[in-house]
């Protein structure tokens, strides 16, 4: 019988090393196959919020009143109290006409009227005594007559000098030309030494006054739109100069009849300005409240997958997908609002949903509630 070679029984031992070597090597380790069928995904934890549905326009800011300042009586300009940018006060003088005329004005009615009384008075006395001749048959008709006619003239004259006295105080009184709003100077048209006259410069403004501490924005709402939208609706206003900053509005006017042209309804909306920041003419983007919903809970929309007429999302539980049917609510575009299916502080995957299937293994990357 022939005995093996040496040589043969070498590498009989080195292929039972390498078997045994191959079944020994990573022994606790599991095998990588497993992770391969593993399907990553991003999930979230449900949780409650508030959702706005909300309208977008754009407008222009405009003062919530603009006043120009006029004279009614002509005259020379004695004093302008105020310049551009000036802030004042309703009842505050801003221009004062010369006066000198008007109070030698005033004077001469005043003079006039206390004539008038004079005079009065001595026709009523006469009219006394001779009301009793007419009485006692003493004076003859027409001159009874004549005398009554006195009485009543010397009563108009005065009633005429009230009057006359009355437009010369008054006419004092318009020479100091007063603001009849609290607001601010925005355009002077005039300087000390020039003379106004309105009958010959009708129209033509001294001052022009803004107020500003409340500003109005007009927006244009279409007929589909118009229903959700009544007066006291809230809405948020931003402006490029105030980047990140939102300011509050507030419906005030809805017009009642349609623009035939554009089919739109024009809204004014209040922005309170107290710290005068907007100006008048700047750029408004508008968002108007359409609809609120608060403590609801809340899912990105690209959580939610159509199923046929059906809403679906995946759950992530024990490290597997679980296919769960939804009834949503509102949706704003980015969140949508999860009426039943769903409840608060369920893991809900968000990335890795499209194409997963319920029952699939995965592997779940939480993230966190600042990235949501």
């Known amino acids: 019988m022939r005995k093996p070679s040496i040589y043969g029984m070498s590498a009989l031992l080195v292929s039972l090393a390498l078997v045994i070597g191959c079944r020994q090597e990573n022994p606790g380790k599991p095998s990588d196959k497993i992770d391969e069928h593993k399907t990553k995904v991003k999930a979230i934890t449900a949780r409650k919020g508030s959702l706005c549905i909300s309208l977008s326009l754009t407008g222009t800011l405009a003062p919530f009143q603009e006043i120009k300042i006029t004279s009614k009586i002509p005259g020379r300009v004695e004093?302008?109290?105020?310049?551009?940018?000036?802030?004042?006060?309703?009842?505050?003088?801003?221009?004062?006409?010369?006066?000198?005329?008007?109070?030698?004005?005033?004077?001469?009615?005043?003079?006039?009227?206390?004539?008038?009384?004079?005079?009065?008075?001595?026709?009523?006395?006469?009219?006394?005594?001779?009301?009793?001749?007419?009485?006692?048959?003493?004076?003859?008709g027409q001159r009874w007559d004549k005398i009554q006619a006195g009485l009543e003239v010397a009563e108009a004259q005065v009633e005429h000098a009230k009057a006359a006295l009355a437009l010369a105080r008054n006419q004092l009184a318009n020479s100091n030309i007063k603001s009849p709003i609290n607001g601010i100077v925005t355009k002077k048209f005039v300087e000390p030494g020039e003379v106004v006259?309105?009958?010959?410069?009708?129209?033509?403004?001294?001052?022009?006054?803004?107020?500003?501490?409340?500003?109005?924005?007009?927006?244009?709402?279409?007929?589909?739109?118009?229903?959700?939208?009544?007066?006291?609706?809230?809405?948020?206003?931003?402006?490029?100069?105030?980047?990140?900053?939102?300011?509050?509005?507030?419906?005030?006017?809805?017009?009642?009849?349609?623009?035939?042209?554009?089919?739109?309804?024009?809204?004014?909306?209040?922005?309170?300005?107290?710290?005068?920041?907007?100006?008048?003419?700047?750029?408004?983007?508008?968002?108007?409240?359409?609809?609120?919903?608060?403590?609801?809970?809340?899912?990105?929309?690209?959580?939610v997958s159509d199923e046929g007429k059906e809403k679906v999302i995946f759950l992530a539980k024990n490290d597997v997908a679980e296919e769960r049917t939804v009834t949503v609510g509102l949706t704003d575009g980015m969140n949508v609002e999860i009426t039943s299916g769903v409840k608060e502080g369920e893991m809900v995957i968000v990335k890795g949903n499209l194409g997963l299937e319920s029952g699939t293994r995965i592997i779940v990357e939480a993230i966190p509630l600042s990235e949501e």
């Open 197 to 303: 006259s309105p009958p010959m410069m009708p129209g033509i403004p001294l001052l022009q006054i803004m107020k500003l501490d409340v500003l109005k924005n007009k927006v244009n709402i279409s007929e589909k739109r118009i229903n959700q939208i009544h007066i006291g609706q809230e809405s948020e206003i931003r402006v490029d100069g105030f980047p990140g900053k939102t300011f509050s509005g507030k419906i005030c006017k809805i017009a009642p009849v349609v623009d035939p042209q554009s089919r739109t309804f024009e809204v004014e909306i209040n922005i309170a300005n107290p710290e005068l920041e907007l100006k008048a003419g700047m750029f408004a983007r508008v968002n108007i409240a359409l609809e609120k919903r608060s403590n609801v809970l809340l899912l990105p929309v690209k959580a």
């Open 79 to 140: 004093e302008v109290y105020v310049e551009e940018g000036s802030q004042v006060k309703a009842g505050q003088t801003l221009i004062q006409l010369e006066q000198k005329e008007l109070v030698l004005g005033v004077k001469q009615e005043e003079s006039s009227l206390t004539s008038a009384n004079a005079h009065l008075a001595d026709t009523k006395n006469d009219y006394e005594k001779m009301k009793k001749l007419w009485e006692e048959k003493c004076i003859a």
